[in-house]
């Protein structure tokens, strides 16, 4: 049977999601409490997409194949009595066998999160970007507006992205202000390697006008990714929720 | 020249406050900053009072004396600079001779953060502690008001207290039930040791129906720590604000 999961983990103390040899990834760590619940049987796990070292996920995806009959709602405190702290199995659900955590995706939501007091809040330092420089929204409202749609994000993903297709669609952007923080929201069908944290620094330089709203179309064409913002910091990142139909 | 400094710490990698052989401390850590800027001279600092391992400030406060000829709003940023990111100091003031850090203090504001999500919040586990049990607000309101005043807190505080008048006020306790969080605040004139934990412990057990709102005399009158609720964990913990004259 094919078990679907969403899970939440905090990224500070990973090298990111995906298996390295002889580093904590979120994988490997959900692998090791899955093959222990199924008495040494080794179980691979296949998630939504990757997340990189320090990013975070609040509804990360990811199934995999069991023979264990545990009802779909024991599953999150069978798995989280064997997984370390930082990592959380918030829900999980018995699947079709057609379903794929990654191939399966419609949209995923990313969010971003600045914090703009003038001293650090110790409580946020691993959770948002210390960026206590004063920005234009409205300038960077602008930018958004023209970064929506449909269009070839070559010079926002990181230049060593291995991907052909570089055309995604960005459905909506946001940017909430919440007392000191400032919230930058996407969702998209598809998002390339780096490509929201690049996004968020080319905003950031836009709100402080290093850059122009105006030049947005003029880094669109030019793809190449030393037109665009430098890329901030992971800590900043959460993968906030993975979309599926139905 | 004598600073007064507002500071706050994560207190999750702290054996606490004060100053212990071979131990990672808050004030061990200050102290070393403080004596790095200060070219090797050593330099002690008084606090407000201690906090336990594990126990959260946002608005601790402590003085030094120094020779050093720094602006006040340039203190921060120069500690800051030399202190782990887990330390931060929020404001400094010169301060006239007389003031004690320790001994004019007026009143402490502590906070203590519950979260009643079923499934552990992962971005909040050592911010809050995780009760996801079910509680009769109104029980524990009705506790709190039995609770403040002038009161011996013998049966509220560790019974290995060295303190001998164990006599304190409680001005406000206020209960505040925000999203999936509840925070008990209290505001009193001093707070001995474990007080706010096991006064916390009482009230959940009180709202849990454990204990009775109108076992909180006999507690009092008992002056036994065993007639009391447990005393709940130190990372829930926050020393928020000391308050002083002017």
Known sequence: MKVKCTVSYDGSQFYGYQVQPNKRTVQSEIEEALTKLHKG??????????????????????????????PDDRWPFALNSLLPEDIVIKSAAYVEHEFHARFDVVKKEYRYIINQEKIQDVFKRKYCFHYPYEIDLQSIEKACDLLLGTHDFTSFCAAKTEVEDKVRTLYSIEVIKEENDIIFRFIGNGFLYNMVRILVGTLLEIGQGIKSFEDIPAI???????????????????????????
Chains 1, 2 share one sequence.
């Open 220 to 246: 669109f064409k030019g793809l190449d990714r030393r037109l665009s913002g430098k890329t901030v910091p992971g800590h900043g990142l959460y993968l906030w929720k993975v979309y599926y139909d139905n």
């Open 41 to 70: 049987e080794k179980i691979k796990i296949f998630a939504s997409g990757r997340t990189d070292a320090s990013v975070h996920a609040v509804g990360q995806v990811f199934h995999f194949e069991t023979n264990l009959r545990i």
